[in-house]
């Protein structure tokens, strides 16, 4: 995945100026960043749950230009990519298996008895097969958030996007999801993650992104960018996390 010069307004309020990202096939990004910095926003244009304003996107060999793109092209690049969203995104009155299958057969068009087996698959990779019929409500929030991941998993993508996955749950349950993450990581996913777990970051990494303003002021390998930051603001940035 590349994206280019990925510039997003929010009426008169520039939030993304300009972002540049590579991800190579099996590699770990993760972007670092105050609140605000954008992070967030600039995930959700690279699966097009927002509209950049400008900018390229390549996904598998296929280029789309952000202020021409069409419906065609946004289905396309979101039957490569998947999304792990913070609030978890599941649909309360469908089971865990069914909110598994449903982006399965809308999406990519898949038979219910294909999505069913792809389903099963999917919650035995996060150890939740036994939970196939419970609703959201009978889950824990890690249970949840791995459902979330069960279901990004399923389609197969080119690249999975996490958007914070850890940021709403309980601090007794982070470790399990990022356990959970660490595995998938080591199977070859191509992962692009915004996270505030720091230690994650650094131990799985490929290559970590400093954001802050709606630019990436620093991007570099783990133990240079932690250990040998070169902008003063990521030194800022880390420096809590370096003195804990």
Same mark, same amino acid.
């Given at each position: 995945m590349t994206a280019t010069n990925v510039h997003k307004r929010f009426g008169k309020h520039e939030v993304l100026k300009g972002v540049d990202l590579r991800v190579e096939p099996g590699q770990v990004i993760c972007i670092l960043g *105050? #609140?605000? #910095?954008?992070?967030t926003t600039f995930?959700?244009?690279? !699966?097009?749950? $927002? +509209?950049?304003?400008?900018? $390229?996107?390549? &996904?598998?060999? @296929?280029? /789309? !230009?952000?202020?021409? %793109?069409? @419906?065609?092209?946004? =289905?396309?690049i979101r039957r490569k990519t998947a999304m792990v969203f913070q609030n978890y995104a599941l649909f309360a009155n469908k089971t865990a298996k069914e909110n598994i299958m449903l982006p399965l057969m +809308?999406? @990519?068009?898949? +038979?219910? +008895? $294909? #999505?069913?087996?792809?389903? =099963?698959?999917?919650? $035995?990779? &996060? #150890?939740l097969l036994e939970r196939a019929d419970f609703y959201p409500s009978q889950l824990s929030g890690g249970q949840q958030q791995r459902i979330g991941i069960?279901?990004?998993?399923?389609i197969n993508p080119d690249v999975i996007l996490f958007d914070e996955p850890t940021s709403a749950l309980d *601090?007794?349950? %982070?470790?399990? &999801?990022?356990?959970?993450?660490k595995d998938i990581a080591r199977s070859g /996913?191509?992962? %692009? /993650? /915004?996270t505030h777990e720091m230690q994650f970051a650094y131990e799985v990494s490929d290559q970590v992104i400093f954001m802050e303003g709606g630019v990436v002021v620093e991007q570099g390998t783990p133990e240079a960018l932690f250990y040998h930051p070169k902008k003063s603001r990521?030194?800022?940035? =880390?420096s809590r996390y370096m003195n804990a």
């Open positions: *105050p #609140s605000g #910095s954008g992070k995930l959700r244009c690279l !699966n097009f749950l $927002e +509209s950049a304003d400008q900018g $390229e996107l390549t &996904v598998d060999g @296929q280029t /789309v !230009n952000f202020n021409k %793109v069409n @419906q065609k092209d946004r =289905l396309a +809308s999406a @990519q068009k898949m +038979s219910k +008895s $294909e #999505s069913e087996k792809r389903a =099963l698959e999917g919650l $035995e990779k &996060v #150890s069960a279901r990004a998993l399923a *601090p007794e349950l %982070v470790g399990q &999801v990022l356990g959970l993450m /996913v191509t992962m %692009v /993650v /915004v990521t030194k800022a940035f =880390l």
